[in-house]
């Protein structure tokens, strides 16, 4: 079993920039694709980007598409959200999650490991 352990967020004005981490507990991590999400106040939650296990594909939510990126560092054990240009809409509890699919997938349903998330505040 993957323990996800966030670290990175905060509150910062529109404009600003953040990168959140994701440490992982084990080795087998390189196994497995890393996502992204994010809810935000009464709403589900939301896919925001996902990176395979070679960092071959890498996939964005059209909302974030050229803002953020998502890397991974499987030596370490790691996978990061580099968000800048953030705005007030991007305000919510993020989450990494495993994936024990290599690729990828796009539905939170699919992913098998969660961490407790953390809270990015956008304020405009």
């Known amino acids: 079993q993957v323990q996800l352990v966030e670290s990175g967020g905060g509150l910062v004005q529109a404009g600003d920039s953040l990168r959140l981490s994701c440490a992982a507990s084990?080795?087998?991590?390189?196994?497995?694709?890393m996502g992204w999400f994010r809810q935000g106040p009464q709403k589900e939650r939301e896919f925001v980007a996902l990176?395979?296990?070679?960092?071959?594909?890498?996939e964005y939510a059209d909302s974030v598409l050229g803002r953020f990126t998502a890397s991974r560092d499987n030596n370490k054990n790691m996978f990061y959200l580099q968000m800048n240009s953030l705005k007030p809409e991007d305000t919510a509890v993020y989450y990494c999650?495993?994936?024990?699919?290599?690729?990828?997938?796009?539905?939170?349903?699919?992913?098998?490991?969660w961490g407790q998330g953390t809270q990015v505040t956008v304020s405009s």
């Open positions: 990176v395979s296990w070679n960092s071959g594909l890498t």
């Open positions: 084990e080795g087998t991590f390189s196994r497995y694709a």
């Open positions: 999650a495993a994936d024990r699919s290599p690729l990828g997938r796009r539905r939170p349903s699919a992913y098998a490991y």
